[in-house]
C-alpha cells in the first residue's frame, strides 16, 4: 500500500491542531480512524499536546501527559512496523512519533536523547521512501534531520558524531523540506513552521521567516502564537519596534474579540509585548497601562505572566524615575517567580534591586 491512508481526514486533524482548536482534535480525530490507521491517530494525539506545549513553551505542567501519550505513539508505530515491515506509512509514523518527541527533548535541553531520536527518525523515513518514493511527507522529516546535521548546534553536532550517526547536508536537507512542503500531503504547515525557524536562525533571512508565518496566519488564524512569532522577529531581528507593536496591539484586539484561542494567554502576551515595544520608544507611562492590567488580571497562562510584567514594571518606573515604586515592583516580581525560574526573573529582579539599594 503506498501513500498515507486517510490522508484527508487526517489533515483535519492536524489543521485543527495548528488553529490551536483544541477542543475539537477528539471529535475529528473518532472521524479520521479509522479511516486513517490508529496508529496515526496514536502520533497526531503527541502533536496535539506538543503544541499546546509549544504556544506556553515554560510551562511544564503538560509535560507529563505529553511523555506518556509520545511513549504510546512510540510503541504502538514501532509494533505496527514490526508487523507490516513493507508498508511505508508505519514506518513514516514511526519517524513523525520519534520527531514530537524530539522537539520536546530539545526545548527542555535533553540533547543527547534527542540526538539518539534523531537518528531514529533518519532510520524509519529512509525506510518509508525506500519503500514508497512518492511519500513526499516523509522528505520532510529527512530535510529537517539532514539540515540540523550539518548547520544546527555544536552540542548535536558533537554528539551526532559520538553516536557514529551520519552526516548532514544543508543544501538536499532545505531542498527535501520545500519539496515536502509543496506536494505533501499531511505536513505543510508543520513545513513552514519549521523553515520559519531556519530562515530567522541559521539562514538569516527573516523576510522570508515573516512570509511563512503570513502564511500560516491565513491558514490558521486563531493560533495566537503565528502573531507572537510575528511580534518578535520584527523587533528582536528586523528592529523595526513600530511593526511590532501594531502587530501585539492586532493580537489583543484578535483576544478582545475572541478571535483567537486561549484568548487570556493571548491578551497577557500582548499587553506584555506591547509594554515592550512601547518602552524602546519612550513612552513608558503608556507602557504602565497594559502591564497593570496584566497584574490586575493575574492569569493562568502564559507562564509566570505577572512576575514577568512585575519585572518589566520595575523597568519602566526605574526609566521614570520612580526609585520607590521600582523597588517595590522588582521584589513583587522576586516574590511571584516560582522555582525552577526558568526565565531567571528573580535574579533579574535581583540585580536591579542591587543598583536601586
Known amino acids: 500500500m503506498r501513500g498515507l491512508t486517510g490522508a484527508a481526514e487526517l489533515a483535519r486533524v492536524y489543521d485543527a491542531v495548528f488553529d490551536a482548536r483544541f477542543?475539537?482534535?477528539p471529535a475529528l480525530r473518532a472521524a479520521a480512524c479509522p479511516p486513517a490507521p490508529a496508529e496515526a491517530c496514536e502520533v497526531l494525539d503527541a502533536v496535539a499536546i506538543w503544541w499546546r506545549i509549544r504556544i506556553d513553551p515554560h510551562n511544564t505542567a503538560r509535560d507529563a501527559a505529553f511523555r506518556s501519550q509520545v511513549e504510546a505513539a512510540i510503541a504502538a508505530t514501532s509494533t505496527w512496523a514490526r508487523r507490516e515491515p513493507q508498508r511505508a506509512e508505519a514506518w513514516f509514523y514511526l519517524g513523525g512519533a520519534y520527531a514530537a518527541?524530539?522537539?520536546?527533548?530539545?526545548?527542555r535541553g535533553h540533547h543527547l536523547a534527542?540526538?539518539?531520536?534523531g537518528g531514529r527518525i533518519r532510520q524509519a523515513l529512509e525506510r518509508a521512501v525506500a519503500l514508497d518514493p512518492g511519500l513526499t511527507d516523509a522528505y520532510f522529516g529527512l530535510g529537517l534531520y539532514r539540515y540540523y546535521a550539518d548547520v544546527?548546534?555544536?552540542v548535536l553536532q558533537m554528539l551526532r558524531w559520538l553516536l557514529?550517526?551520519?552526516?548532514g547536508d544543508r543544501a538536499r536537507g532545505l531542498e527535501e523540506m520545500l519539496r515536502a512542503r509543496e506536494a505533501g500531503q499531511l505536513l505543510r504547515s508543520e513545513a513552514d513552521y519549521q523553515?520559519?525557524?531556519i530562515y530567522v536562525w541559521y539562514e538569516q533571512q527573516p523576510a522570508r521567516a515573516l512570509d511563512l508565518l503570513g502564511e500560516l496566519q491565513s491558514r490558521h488564524p486563531r493560533n495566537p502564537h503565528f502573531r507572537q512569532a510575528t511580534a518578535e522577529i520584527l523587533d528582536f531581528s528586523i528592529d523595526d519596534t513600530d511593526a511590532s507593536l501594531r502587530t501585539w496591539?492586532?493580537?489583543l484586539e484578535a483576544a478582545r474579540r475572541g478571535d483567537v484561542e486561549q484568548p487570556e494567554l493571548a491578551a497577557a502576551s500582548a499587553r506584555l509585548g506591547i509594554a515592550s515595544q512601547l518602552q524602546q520608544l519612550s513612552q513608558g507611562e503608556a507602557a504602565l497601562e497594559h502591564l497593570h492590567a496584566v497584574i490586575a488580571a493575574n492569569p493562568a497562562a502564559p507562564f509566570a505572566a505577572v512576575a514577568r510584567a512585575q519585572l518589566q514594571l520595575g523597568q519602566v518606573l526605574q526609566s521614570l524615575g520612580r526609585r520607590a515604586d521600582a523597588i517595590a515592583a522588582y521584589e513583587a516580581a522576586s516574590a511571584a517567580a516560582r522555582p525552577p525560574d526558568p526565565l531567571r526573573i528573580r535574579a533579574s529582579a535581583r540585580?536591579?534591586?542591587?543598583?536601586?539599594?
Do not use: C, K, N, S
Open 114 to 117: 534527542a540526538a539518539r531520536d
Open 152 to 154: 544546527g548546534p555544536r
Open 101 to 107: 518527541r524530539v522537539e520536546w527533548q530539545v526545548l
Open 195 to 197: 523553515l520559519h525557524l
Open 23 to 25: 477542543d475539537e482534535v
Open 351 to 357: 540585580a536591579a534591586l542591587r543598583t536601586l539599594r
Open 249 to 251: 496591539t492586532a493580537l
Open 164 to 167: 557514529l550517526l551520519p552526516g
